[in-house]
């Protein structure tokens, strides 16, 4: 029983060390969040970036107890709105909606305002973002082997749409052909939006589109799908097969979208972003309108996403390389 008595004693030692190091650090700590926070998205409004930050924003009001101003910056491959971010204060009042594009861009341009891997820190990683490889309704490919078929009679007669060069879609198009062999022509415009566009004016036969533009044209029949990017089938389009089932086994291409600071912020606030942000990702109503958009949640700690970004990464910097994309 003494040597119990010890035992515990010696817990009760440390318990109460810990507690005096928590509350000497906590006393030291400026208080967060002691202010609203703006949480910069780097593209215009209206797209699935945009809805993502505002429905997040809404409940982290909640979580928080404080207003989230969203404010939009876009430009130059979301370079823009992460400049700007990179630059503000280390505390966690400003906050990026980073995409794909914070992990191309570092292998696309030829220099950056920013070293990404220290301008920032991962807080989650919220959705994962499949591609919809879909043409025009008119083209006669029903199937994408009637697709790749099509292009390989006639190398570059097809011609495909992006929302820029070295954006997501292009890249994923850009493997997508390595893959199959084949040649199209690349049409680039300045964002998802004049991309869908121009497939539907027929200035193009072909488009990889995020799944809450490509789906409403789907349904109307305007646009045919043919394949999805993920590994697996997308529980909104359970009929539309992967493009390994189309005939490339393990192909897959999938954005993402997540939270990030600037580098520097400390880690308790990281970890109370990360908790704040993972509840509003939970919210029933969040969860049942963007998965019916084709999108997967992630989610994960701090730590998952900084491996998760430094993957992707150098998964990006090879697929840069086999599109010949580069920006100066």
């Known amino acids: 029983m003494a040597h119990s008595?010890?035992?515990?004693?010696?817990?009760?030692?440390?318990?109460a060390a810990l507690l005096g190091t928590s509350l000497r650090a906590a006393a030291q700590a400026p208080a967060f969040p002691s202010r609203p926070l703006t949480l910069v998205v780097p593209f215009a409004p209206g797209g699935l970036a945009d809805v993502?930050?505002?429905?997040?924003?809404?409940?982290?009001?909640?979580?928080?107890?404080?207003?989230i101003i969203v404010e939009n910056r876009p430009g130059?491959?979301?370079?823009?709105?992460?400049?700007?971010?990179?630059?503000?204060?280390p505390d966690g009042h400003t906050l990026l909606l980073a995409n794909?594009?914070?992990?191309?861009?570092?292998?696309?341009?030829?220099?950056?305002?920013?070293?990404?891997e220290t301008a920032f820190a991962p807080i989650i990683r919220a959705i994962a973002v499949p591609n919809v490889l879909v043409v025009r309704a008119d083209v006669p490919a029903r199937s994408l082997a009637e697709l790749i078929a099509l292009a390989r009679e006639a190398p570059g007669r097809l011609n495909y749409a992006s929302a820029g060069s070295g954006t997501f879609p292009h890249l994923a198009m850009a493997l997508f052909m390595q893959r199959a062999g084949i040649e199209m022509t690349h049409i680039p415009f300045n964002g998802a939006a004049p991309a869908m566009a121009a497939i539907l004016a027929r200035q193009v036969e072909v488009l990889s589109a995020d799944p809450p533009g490509a789906m409403p044209q789907v349904a109307a029949g305007t646009l045919r799908a043919l394949a999805v990017t993920?590994?697996?089938?997308?529980?909104?389009?359970?009929?539309?097969?992967?493009?390994?089932?189309g005939g490339l086994p393990g192909f897959e291409?999938?954005?993402w979208q997540g939270f990030v600071a600037p580098g520097g912020t400390p880690e308790p606030v990281i970890r109370m972003l990360n908790s704040a942000i993972a509840a509003a990702l939970a919210a029933p109503e969040l969860r049942e309108r963007l998965t019916a958009q084709g999108v997967a949640f992630v989610a994960g700690s701090p730590a998952d996403f900084t491996e998760f970004l430094r993957q992707d990464m150098a998964r990006w910097r090879s697929a840069v390389a086999a599109s010949g994309a580069r920006v100066e």
């Open 5 to 15: 008595r010890v035992i515990w004693g010696r817990r009760g030692l440390a318990a």
């Open 52 to 67: 993502l930050a505002r429905m997040v924003a809404e409940r982290l009001r909640a979580n928080l107890g404080v207003a």
């Open 76 to 89: 130059a491959g979301g370079i823009a709105g992460a400049r700007a971010v990179a630059a503000a204060a």
């Open 100 to 116: 794909t594009n914070l992990a191309i861009n570092p292998s696309l341009y030829r220099s950056l305002p920013y070293e990404t």
């Open 230 to 245: 993920s590994a697996t089938r997308l529980s909104a389009m359970p009929d539309v097969p992967t493009v390994a089932e």
């Open 253 to 255: 291409a999938v954005g």
